[in-house]
């Protein structure tokens, strides 16, 4: 809140205008609301005085290190509610607060008006109304100073034959008059709100995860970069624009895992990516089957060839072999025997990993070099980090990191593994995060996916917190995959390509359709990828690689479909099917889909549907054209009726054609 306070000079002007409830604005400005370049920000604001005077508001944004103001006005809507925009235009922190002011001219000018059509004798308000441009014309210079002294004469000079008040009602008057406020009378609120803008990227983007040591040629020989690179064409196929890569480091031997997670490995097999470290190296090395760092660089200029970006893990924890359990074992917290202290969720345990000891006394020092890992890699051209449980280690580790990376690095991307309470997920976010892995995977029922979806959308979750949705991961195979059969992946995919700007898949596992859970009531994949390596068929014919190519096709040609914020749910008269629409920012495109949520049997409803848009085209006939079969149908305002087969296709993706009549007395589709 900006309260207005009495200057202690007895000539200055009390100060009258109040800006109360500035939005968008998260924790009070604690931490910045988040955008991407090219976005206009809507800035709202209650903002009034004691009388009955006219105000004046602008919004005032600037890029955080630029010295001036750049200020955008205000629009009144009612109830003393203002808004504003202004556009950010690239990555980077920009402020902004909200200045009002009591404007004399423009409280004259509206009672002069009032006057006017009432007919009364105007002289003396003209006389008024002089002084008052007069005295902005001393705050003039140049060619408006000029302007407004030629004004005050005009409306002073006479009131025959309505010149004075015709100059006073002039839209360049009261243009100039504008922008030229007695200072005295401004108030700005104190707070400067801030705002981070990453790149287009941080909200819309299509992830796949793959193990490159799965791509080997041969039956059994463990896979390289350059066998990753040459699985790029596949992945480019299927229109993946960034592909996250698990620890590409070198695995610890001691207390190795082996398949299925079992406590003993044996000599050939791999282990766990995940625990990181050994003679070869640590977190600044690659993993010597994979390849050099060399052929990492060239790993990433191959995959830039494809417009896809290479995301890397960033897991911060160690193999009981790492280089820094030697060099640095107080970075480590100790059991009374003298062991390390491994990794435990109990009744889990991780024997093959050491976590990080924040709370030693040489924390500083721990972070220091953990912050070095991250910039060892944006060195190499990495510039998306997928992070592996942050919610394990302090926020101030966090927001330290990420701000430092930012400020010479905006572009750089962070992607949030951190299934916990909402509470630490969104505070995650808050710190630096730009995108953040969910709770979709468990979100199965319509009322479950349209309740969960509206809180994401809402503030102020909606102003600092950027969803990524994934409907498997190595660690998740839901039981809805596991009983679902080949339908159940076609919904997911449906949704988490529709619901949100961003999404991934794990692969080739999702788009091949595995389904084997290590036991009945696990999520753990049989024979996970996650110890040892795997050969997939990749052109089995139930393979939904074109079906995924198509779907990241339309997310690439629908602009509705690259936004959060536009996602709308509609009534249907049958539970287990989920109706939602998304329109593009400037109302050109509205894409509407339609999922059977039930993978195994048919079920139709009557869907409650009103395109936007003016009164008089709703009433019209439009048309809808389903995006994944090529059909087309007519449809009405309000209730229409849909029937979907999941042994068939389960879902529509309706782009909305608007009919409209035309002078030339024919129809077309928009």
């Avoid at 009034?48 to 508001?57: P, Q, T, Y």
């Avoid at 200020?71 to 203002?82: R, V």
Wanted: hydrophobic fraction near 35%; charged fraction near 25%; charge should be negative.
């Amino acid at each position: 809140m900006c309260y207005s306070k009495v200057m202690k000079n007895e000539n200055d002007l009390i100060k009258r205008v109040i800006i109360e409830n500035v939005a968008p604005v998260v924790d009070g400005g604690r931490f910045p609301v988040k955008r991407v370049a090219g976005d206009r920000l809507i800035v709202e604001a209650k903002i009034f005085a004691d009388g009955h005077d006219a105000l004046c508001c602008d919004v005032l944004s600037r890029k955080k290190d630029d010295p001036d103001w750049q200020p955008s006005p205000m629009e009144y809507l009612g109830n003393d509610l203002w808004r504003g925009s202004f556009i950010v235009e690239e990555p980077g922190i920009y402020v902004f607060t909200v200045s009002g002011w009591v404007d004399r001219f423009k409280t004259w000018r509206r009672d002069l008006q009032r006057r006017l059509e009432a007919g009364q004798d105007l002289s003396v308000e003209l006389k008024i109304g002089a002084g008052l441009v007069s005295e902005a014309a001393e705050r003039a210079e140049g060619s408006n100073r000029r302007l407004l002294l030629g004004y005050a004469q005009k409306i002073e000079g006479t009131n025959r034959g309505g010149k004075g008040e015709t100059a006073a009602l002039s839209g360049e008057l009261e243009s100039i008059m504008r922008r030229l406020p007695s200072r005295d009378a401004v108030v700005t609120c104190r707070k400067e709100f801030p705002v981070r803008v990453d790149r287009r990227k941080a909200r819309f983007s299509t992830w796949y995860e793959i193990f490159p040591r799965s791509c080997g040629g041969n039956e059994g020989s463990h896979g390289t970069l350059k066998d990753l690179e040459a699985r790029l064409p596949y992945i480019a196929d299927m229109g993946f624009d960034v592909l996250y890569l698990p620890p590409v480091h070198p695995i610890g031997v001691t207390h190795r895992k082996g398949p299925d997670n079992t406590p003993a490995a044996g000599l050939e097999d791999v282990g766990s990516p995940w625990a990181i470290g050994h003679a070869e190296g640590g977190h600044k090395s690659i993993h010597p089957q994979l390849g050099t760092l060399s052929d990492f660089a060239g790993f990433i200029r191959a995959a830039a060839d494809y417009d896809i970006e290479v995301a890397l893990d960033i897991a911060f924890q160690c193999s009981p072999d790492h280089p820094y359990v030697f060099e640095h074992p107080e970075w480590f917290r100790h059991r009374p025997d003298g062991s390390v202290q491994y990794a435990e969720n109990p009744p889990k345990t991780y024997e093959d990993i050491y976590p990080f000891d924040f709370e030693t006394p040489q924390w500083r020092e721990l972070a220091e070099e953990l912050t070095s890992v991250v910039f060892f890699w944006i060195e190499q051209g990495v510039r998306i980090f997928r992070v592996d449980n942050p919610h394990t280690k302090p926020f101030r580790f966090w927001e330290d990191l990420i701000a430092r990376v930012k400020k010479e690095y905006p572009e750089v991307l962070f992607l949030a593994e951190a299934f916990t309470r909402p509470a630490v997920m969104y505070r995650l976010a808050k710190l630096g995060f730009t995108q953040s892995y969910t709770y979709f995977a468990w979100r199965n029922t319509g009322g479950e996916i349209q309740d969960y979806f509206t809180e994401l959308n809402r503030r102020p979750v909606c102003d600092f917190f950027t969803p990524n949705l994934w409907p498997n991961t190595p660690d998740i195979l839901t039981e809805y995959l596991q009983t679902g059969g080949r339908p159940a992946f076609i919904v997911r995919l449906v949704l988490a390509a529709t619901l949100a700007a961003s999404y991934g898949i794990y692969g080739p596992a999702f788009e091949l359709c595995e389904d084997r859970a290590k036991e009945i009531g696990s999520e753990e994949y049989l024979h996970s990828e996650k110890y040892q390596i795997r050969r997939w068929k990749l052109e089995d014919p139930r393979s939904l690689k074109d079906l995924v190519a198509r779907i990241n096709k339309i997310r690439k040609q629908s602009p509705a479909l690259q936004e959060n914020h536009n996602l709308r749910f509609h009534e249907v008269d049958n539970d287990r099917l989920l109706c939602f629409s998304k329109s593009s920012n400037d109302g050109s495109e509205v894409i509407l889909v339609v999922v059977n949520l039930d993978p195994h049997h048919t079920h139709g409803g009557w869907v409650d549907f009103t395109p936007p848009g003016p009164s008089e085209l709703r009433e019209r006939p439009f048309q809808v054209h389903d995006l994944l079969g090529g059909s087309r149908f007519l449809w009405t305002s309000g209730r229409n009726y849909i029937e979907l087969n999941p042994g068939v296709v389960p879902a529509h993706i309706f782009r909305v054609r608007r009919r409209i009549r035309t002078e030339r007395d024919f129809d077309y589709y928009m």
